[in-house]
């Protein structure tokens, strides 16, 4: 598999991954990294350079917005939250990974490996 | 407890953004550190997470992000920009096929006494396909949803549905405007103005209405 399409599959689970935890509700960046890790038991990982500027670029297409609300532990952190036009993207999004992960079962039996 | 900031700030110096754009994208990375360090159970170093990131990549990562240059307006990326080229390329072909052949019999007409042509005939048609084609190409291109990569195939249909509405109400209210013309002749303009150019349209759309695709 080339760089590139690695790049463009870890961009687009990033994608995913990012709206569905924030269609529960406002996370901040490190809350957000911090739940990918634990929900995928570490097979998604996300650092300081993976995840703020999927962020913004997911800011910059108004899928998500952030502001700035002091946490639970009284520090001011950028919580960022879903957007309408966010959610509208996030069904299509499972659709077209549901059909690419069927299409790969169909071709290499991934399901069962 | 180390300035996060200023570590940040030092990395990412040749970030080139507003000032305010700048401090918040600073405070944003800084209070990712600080949490890091402050929860040990993260599975995380702050050390080794500050050492592993290629701060040049990030900092030009974020600056693509976050720079205004080619930020367009989602909806006017997905949708507007699409559209607007549909509707251009039909209206340049609609002109090119009226000075090319009769306009007569090139363009459809509203006109009393059941004289409006149907442009079911009309050279032009066999363009729309390409035009709807465009429309939803350049919609699924920049990552548009479904009901804006159709909207974009359809948008002259669209726009020719708004118009005739229009006209249909003002039949309605001031029947006096369109004195002469028997309603039947407008439904037929209708007819040959949205419906079939939008099966046309619909027909160049389709194949790019549904696929599988992996984000960029």
Known sequence: MTKRIRSKIARGSGEIAILSLLAE???????IAKQIGERTRGSLQFTLASLYPLLYEMEKRGWVEGHWQTNRAGRDRRYYSLTPAG?????PLRKEWQSFFQALDALAGVSHA | MPDWKLEVRTRIADLKLPAEVKEEVIAELAGHLEDIEQNPDCGQEVSAALEAVTWPFVASAIQKAKSEEGSMNSRTRTLWLPAMVNLTLYTILLYIGAFCFDERVWTPRLSPASHTPLPLFHPWLVTLPFCGAIGALLAKRSEAPLGSRMIAGLAPSLVWLAVFAIMTAVFVCAPSYFRGFPMRD????????????ALLLLLGSVPFLRTVRVQD
Do not use: C, D, N
């Not at chain 2, 439904?187 to 150019?197: D, E, Q, V």
């Open chain 1, 25 to 31: 509700q406002p996370l901040y960046g490190f809350e």
């Open chain 1, 87 to 91: 959610r509208r993207q996030l069904a």
């Open chain 2, 186 to 197: 407008v439904a037929r303009a209708a007819f040959g103005w949205i419906l079939i150019p």
